[in-house]
């Protein structure tokens, strides 16, 4: 028997794994983990991003840090393990809106615009969303697992989700 690999995703990372590893992020507050599966190489990748857009940042290198960025550079990772495009399914978790401020200013509206922006992109890429638990104010810890492409959501307060 195998043992479970758990690979662990940073803030404004990705990773890939194929069956039986398991791909896991802690704090998702506004930021969105992505999750993308093959489910017939059980090929599973996800991305921590946080913001929706590099072509509105100065400093972008980092393409993980961005929905716009991240979304492909992981498809192609997944496609080196052996994934295909057409194959693949996704779930995605986070998005909140961590802090109540005073103005209605769409700039705070980070996670929600991050949400969006992860939605169209995948729409564009025709990778359907086939799970999500997004919005709220509190934060996730996720766990992906490429064995079967269940997305466990854990929270505090909140309890533990099964996607």
């Known amino acids: 028997m195998k043992e479970n690999k758990v690979i662990k995703v940073g803030m404004a990372d990705l990773n890939t794994t194929t069956a039986p590893g398991i791909l896991t992020t802690l704090g998702l507050g506004s930021c969105v983990g992505i999750c993308l599966y093959d489910p017939t190489t059980k090929v599973a990748g996800m991305a921590h991003i946080m913001l929706p857009d590099s072509k509105k940042i100065k400093n972008n290198s980092n393409k993980a840090k961005f929905a716009d960025t991240a979304i492909d550079w992981l498809i ?5 393990k052996g994934a295909r495009k057409y194959r693949l399914v996704s779930k995605i978790a986070g998005g909140a809106q961590m802090f109540a401020f005073m103005n209605k200013n769409d700039m705070m ?6 949400v969006i922006a992860v939605k169209e992109i995948l729409s564009n890429l025709n990778i359907p969303i086939v799970a999500e638990d997004t919005g709220g104010n509190y934060g996730r810890t996720i766990e992906f697992y490429s064995e079967n492409g269940i997305l466990l ?3 505090i307060g909140h309890g533990i989700k099964e996607l």
């Open 153 to 155: 959501v854990k929270t």
């Open 109 to 114: 509206k980070i996670g929600e615009k991050n």
């Open 76 to 80: 192609e990772e997944m496609i080196k």
